[in-house]
Every structure is written in C-alpha cells, then in structure tokens.
C-alpha cells in the first residue's frame, strides 16, 4: 500500500493542504506597524512623529498604503485626518508643494452644526450694492467665492463679526485668496455652508 501511487499521490495533496492553511492562518494573525493620527490633522497641517501614534494591526496586501515609518521634514497633510484614523501615504505630500493659504473669516450668526474643523465648506459671498432699505444695507445675490474650503478651526466670543462673534479659519487654494480677501475687505456678506457633492 506504501508503494502504491494513488495512495502516495493522496499522501501528498493532503500534506500540502495542510501546510497551505496553517501558512494562511499564520500570515492572518500576523500585525505589522503603522501610524495613526495622535489627533485630528486638517489638510495642509504639518505631521511630525509628535503628530502621530504607532499602532499594530492587520493589514494584509494593503500594508503599503499606510505611513509605516516616520515622515519625513516638511510633510503636510493632503486631506482631513481623523484622530485615530490610519494615516495613508496617498494623503501625504511636500509642504512646498501645496497651493493653500489660511484665511480667518468673521461671520455672523450661528454655524450649521456640521461645519467644524475638518469639515468641507462653500464660502459663498454676496456683495453690498450700496441701496440702502429699512436701515440696513443690500446684498446682491449670493454666490460661491470658494468651493470646498477646509475648516482649520472655529473660534467663537471673539468680538469680530456683526453678531455672534465667530471666526472661522479655513484654508483656501492660493489663487481664490485674493478675491475673498477683496469680498471681506469690500463687506460683503460671508456665509460658510456644507460642501455640496
């Protein structure tokens, strides 16, 4: 029976089905390390190792999409990061390489509970006309000055504003700055609502 091929030809098969699960379940159990965010990084912040916690888990194949070693010197933040969250070496890039500015806007009123920071938002503008009616000024039309603008913060009792006395940093591509700067400086009335799809 030793000897018979059938026999030596099954032998083989089962001890090489045997070998393939123990060798998957041992790439299953096994955890690499990664970093996540210590904290919640807004797109265009710097990371440093301060910024960030290692964390062992399993990853499989997708291992290489995640930041596994230290960043390097004037790495930033492409996108909002949770804090938490894998950081992914797709959401990294130079500093100097990045095309944003922070600008602080005052606004009056409340916020929409999901502008916070981290939050995408639509900076719309609407422009005084200069008519007067009951005692307050016209706008024109509101109209989108800057889509998709990141929330850095919001910082509230600031005294700044017609009400409210909220300021709200967000980051802007450079080249939308100096037409809200020229909105703000003009008076127009500013409005930070959800990004739209």
């Known amino acids: 029976m030793w000897r018979e091929p059938?026999?030596?030809?099954?032998?083989?098969?089962?001890i090489a089905s045997v070998a393939g699960v123990a060798g998957l379940l041992a790439a299953s159990e096994r955890t690499v390390q990664v970093f996540?965010?210590?904290?919640?990084?807004?797109?265009?912040?710097?990371v440093t190792a301060a910024d960030l916690v290692g964390v062992r888990v399993r990853l499989g194949a997708a291992q290489a999409a995640y930041l596994s070693s230290a960043p390097e010197a004037d790495t930033?933040?492409?996108?909002?990061?949770?804090a938490g969250e894998l950081v992914p070496v797709g959401a990294l890039?130079?500093?100097?390489?990045?095309?944003?500015?922070?600008?602080?806007?005052?606004?009056?009123?409340?916020?929409?509970?999901?502008?916070?920071?981290?939050?995408?938002?639509?900076?719309w503008a609407a422009a005084a006309s200069g008519a007067v009616?009951?005692?307050?000024?016209?706008?024109?039309?509101p109209?989108?000055?800057v889509p998709r603008a990141t929330v850095v913060r919001v910082v509230r009792d600031t005294g700044l504003g017609a009400t409210g006395g909220i300021a709200v940093e967000v980051r802007v591509p450079k080249d939308a700055t100096a037409g809200?700067?020229?909105?703000?400086?003009?008076?127009?009335?500013?409005?930070?609502?959800?990004?739209?799809?």
């Open 143 to 145: 109209e989108v000055l």
């Open 76 to 82: 930033v933040v492409t996108r909002t990061i949770a």
């Open 93 to 123: 890039g130079a500093a100097s390489a990045q095309r944003q500015t922070s600008v602080m806007i005052a606004v009056g009123g409340e916020l929409p509970a999901s502008v916070t920071a981290g939050a995408a938002v639509d900076v």
């Open 180 to 197: 809200l700067l020229e909105a703000i400086a003009n008076g127009s009335a500013i409005t930070l609502l959800p990004a739209g799809e």
């Open 36 to 46: 996540a965010a210590r904290h919640a990084l807004a797109a265009g912040d710097e």
């Open 6 to 14: 059938r026999f030596l030809l099954g032998l083989l098969l089962v």
């Open 133 to 141: 009616g009951a005692g307050a000024p016209k706008f024109a039309a």
